[in-house]
């Protein structure tokens, strides 16, 4: 089992980039697929960005592509979101998440507790 430390969550601008990270205390961290999520008080969780195991194939949300970078470095047991051109919108509560590389594309098994991510206008 993989726990899950998302940081970089702050306060920011519209149009300011911001970067966070997901620390994986786990020296198995290249076994599983990973991904971001976030969540606004009242809906429901969303898919935000997803890597694969060897640091080739990611996925990203419609409304996030070609302004958020997801990567990995498994030498750190670390996740990264590169966050550019910020819009209110994005205002969220950011979650990592980890899937054994076995599983289905939307089994995530283990979760961090998330970061909060303000964007104001």
């Known amino acids: 089992q993989v726990s899950l430390v998302e940081s970089g969550g702050r306060v920011v601008q519209v149009g300011d980039s911001l970067s966070l990270s997901c620390a994986a205390s786990?020296?198995?961290?290249?076994?599983?697929?990973m991904g971001w999520f976030r969540q606004v008080p009242g809906k429901e969780r969303q898919f935000v960005a997803a890597i694969s195991w060897i640091n080739v194939v990611t996925y990203y949300l419609e409304a996030v592509k070609g302004r958020f970078t997801i990567s990995r470095d498994n030498a750190k047991n670390t996740l990264y979101l590169q966050m550019n051109d910020l819009k209110p919108e994005d205002t969220a509560v950011y979650y990592c998440?980890?899937?054994?590389?076995?599983?289905?594309?939307?089994?995530?098994?283990?979760w961090g507790r998330g970061t909060q991510v303000t964007v104001s206008s």
């Open positions: 786990e020296h198995t961290f290249s076994w599983y697929d």
């Open positions: 998440a980890a899937k054994e590389r076995w599983k289905s594309a939307d089994d995530y098994s283990y």
